[in-house]
């Protein structure tokens, strides 16, 4: 889990990966990390997951079906390069808007580039915060979407209400996220696959093996899919379910606020 908890000097701490640092720690770490891999994000992105994120992103698109309509407003938190952001453009017809909303300027400058290059600039902002302090007055907007980010955002518990606030009534709430593998054989696999080939590819791509290691551990630390739900209840959703992707690899989650 990935909770805080009360270190014997009194102070808090949370976990950093399989490590436990002081609370107020682990964002910085997490920052240096996609600092540090912003640039080939996407390319490393695809040699992680064998390709498997963009079939869960367009999944995760389908299941919010954006409203084809210029007055559909989506918040994507942790949208990183925008990834997810451009899929719900595409699948509202280039109508919708969408705020990729990120604490780390590298990766929202990578996301900013590609929606001049794409001319998707009219539909996309992209804002520089703390998914833990949304800069949205409250019942703002349609949906929010947060793809591979929640688990890196320290107070997961803070993400959420802040999430329940700025939607509207009637909004819906969706959480991509890996998560807790269900087939023993691919567990095994999949166990290999994260601990040994990821860090390595890390390293041969971006130079880099550490912030490909916190990566997988971050993984192993997430909440399984009944603890999460469970924590997007407590937030004040509705109708929360979840959806396995890939035998539980990733997990798409959905909440309403209703
Ligand atoms: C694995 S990337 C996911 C990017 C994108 N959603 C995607 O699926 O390609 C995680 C992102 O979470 C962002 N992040 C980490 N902590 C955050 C926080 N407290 N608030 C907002 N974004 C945060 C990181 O900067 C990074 O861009």
Excluded: C
Aim: glycine share 8%; net charge neutral.
């Amino acid at each position: 889990m990935t909770e805080a908890r009360t270190r014997a000097d009194g102070g808090m701490e949370t976990s950093y990966g399989f490590r436990q640092v002081a609370d107020g720690e682990k964002q910085d770490l997490v920052n240096d990390v996609f600092h540090k891999v912003a640039k080939r994000y996407d390319v490393m992105n695809d040699v992680m997951s064998a390709g498997m994120h963009r079939v869960w992103k367009d999944a995760m698109v389908s299941a919010l079906n954006p409203r084809k309509d210029a007055g559909y407003r989506t918040l994507d938190v942790a949208g990183g390069t925008g990834d997810v952001a451009f899929r719900i453009v595409e699948a509202s017809g280039r109508l919708a808007h969408v705020t990729v909303l990120d604490i780390n300027g590298s990766m929202l400058g990578v996301g900013s580039e590609r929606a001049v290059k794409q001319h998707l600039s009219d539909n996309l902002t992209f804002v520089e915060a703390n998914a833990e302090s949304l800069p949205f007055d409250d019942n703002s907007f349609d949906a929010y979407t947060v793809a591979f980010g929640i688990r890196n955002v320290p107070h997961i518990d803070v993400a959420l209400k802040e999430a329940y606030r700025v939607l509207k009534r009637g909004g819906r709430l969706l959480v991509l996220e890996f998560s807790e593998v269900e087939m023993p054989l691919l567990e095994r696999f999949y166990e290999q696959w994260s601990f040994k080939a990821i860090p390595r590819f890390g390293k041969m791509i971006t130079g880099e093996a550490e912030p490909y290691q916190y990566l997988v551990e971050s993984i192993r630390k997430f909440p399984n899919q009944e603890n999460f739900a469970a924590m997007i209840r407590t937030a004040g959703f509705s109708r929360v379910s979840f959806t396995n992707y890939t035998g539980g690899i990733a997990a798409l989650h959905s909440g309403w606020k209703l």
